[in-house]
């Protein structure tokens, strides 16, 4: 079984996070962290609350998505703020990181090597242990600052996949969209999904 670190910062779109952790949890074992300000933002554009018990909230969540017979057993959640987590150190092994999506904080924190949060450490151990890490950065416009940051993760190996609409699938709604940039986000680590209409002639 795959195992995979999802982190969801605090910029707007984290329904395209929670998208890609209704995938992940089909299949592999997925450790969820979100930032404080993450938990704020969910609230207030995907009306899920999970201020107390993320884990239990999230999984009656996945299930209601998902289906209701599963369990999750390999669902973790952890505290953005716990340093003490399992995936804050090498020794954890770990397929690949997702920061879906990543605030421009966040993104500096991880460009220059400042581990203050738990999301930022495990982002630091992905790139010391040269293990895949893949960032979705939301911010438009983009300044110098944000952009220096993202083409030193990009000169690292670090994926920049940032949440960019696509056409040639034909959305129809907000939801087709949000799968379109969620199944992008998949494609780098070749994570089988149904989630857009690849291009065919
Ligand atoms: C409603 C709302 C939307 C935000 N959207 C973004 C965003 O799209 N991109 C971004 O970089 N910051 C955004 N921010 C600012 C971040 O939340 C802020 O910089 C925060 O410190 C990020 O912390 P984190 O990276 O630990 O989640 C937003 C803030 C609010 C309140």
Redesign the pocket.
């Given at each position: 079984m795959k195992r995979y670190i999802l982190a969801i910062?605090?910029?707007?779109g984290p329904v395209m996070g929670l998208r890609i952790l209704e995938r992940l949890v089909e299949d592999s074992e997925v450790h969820l962290i979100l930032?404080e300000?993450?938990v704020s933002?969910i609230k207030?554009e995907v009306g899920l609350d999970l201020s107390e018990k993320p884990e239990a909230m999230l999984r009656s969540w996945l299930k209601e998505k998902r289906s209701a017979g599963a369990s999750f057993d390999g669902f973790f959640v952890h505290n953005g703020k716990n340093l003490w987590a399992p995936v804050s150190s090498g020794s954890f092994q770990v397929d690949a990181m997702f920061i879906v999506?990543c605030?421009?904080?966040?993104l500096s924190a991880i460009a220059n090597g400042y581990a203050n949060?738990l999301i930022e450490r495990a982002a630091d151990v992905s790139i010391k242990e040269g293990r895949p890490l893949i960032l979705s950065p939301?911010?438009t416009p983009l300044s110098a600052i944000h952009l220096e940051n993202m083409l030193k993760l990009a000169r690292l190996g670090v994926k920049i996949v940032p949440p960019v609409a696509g056409f040639y699938s034909k959305p129809e709604s907000i939801d087709d969209m949000v799968d379109f940039m969620a199944g992008k986000v998949l494609d780098q680590m070749r994570i089988d999904h149904d989630l857009y209409k690849r291009w065919q002639q």
């Open positions: 910062t605090g910029a707007t930032s300000p993450a933002i207030e999506p605030t421009m904080k966040t949060s939301r911010e």
